[in-house]
């Protein structure tokens, strides 16, 4: 079986921004998610953010790390949660396991998106990182999933744990 690489894609249009996930989504492009959330953090006249799956056919655990950060970063600015639309049972499964559910409203229907934003939609180019600047963003976004609920921290704690003596070592 081929497996598509990740790429990301966003539109803003009327107060409403859209990240949109294709193919297997991984660590990769986190930097690319990283720069989203803090862009979203600092948008003036963002009214809903809406992130759409439906093509994703995997995201792992470091790319649902800065999801959850896109939701803290629009936190209080927006009067409903960020939307997540995600058709694939998989996908699906892996947001409710994580409890993106109390962060996130989750959708499995298919979504009409206006021919507007269809056609503003743009790849984002993948931002390069370092292996250091990897593992601090791989660290952050365990961290994040971490504080979600207790069945992440138990899950991702080790990992955590090994991350954060890899960085120390690295910094001696």
Do not use: Y
């Not at 058709?87 to 009409?112: C, H, I, S, W, Y």
Request: with cysteine.
């Amino acid at each position: 079986m081929l497996i598509e690489e990740g790429r990301i894609k966003a539109a803003f249009d009327s107060g409403v921004f859209v990240l949109k996930l294709c193919g297997d989504v991984r660590l990769t492009l986190c930097a690319t998610l990283d720069t989203q959330a803090q862009r979203l953090a600092e948008t003036p006249g963002l009214q809903a953010v809406m992130i759409d799956l439906r093509e994703a056919t995997n995201v792992d655990s470091t790319a649902l790390g800065f999801l959850a950060k896109v939701a803290m970063a629009v936190k209080g600015r927006l009067e409903q949660p960020p939307t997540i639309i995600a058709n694939n049972p998989d996908v699906r499964q892996m947001l409710d396991v994580m409890g993106f559910a109390r962060f996130f409203t989750l959708m499995e229907a298919p979504l009409k998106q206006s021919a507007t934003l269809n056609s503003s939609m743009e790849d984002l180019p993948a931002e390069p990182a370092d292996e250091e600047g990897l593992r601090d963003r791989i660290l952050e976004a365990h961290r994040i999933l971490m504080h979600m609920n207790e069945h992440n921290r138990e899950q991702f704690q080790p990992l955590v744990e090994m991350l954060e003596a890899q960085s120390t070592a690295v910094h001696k």
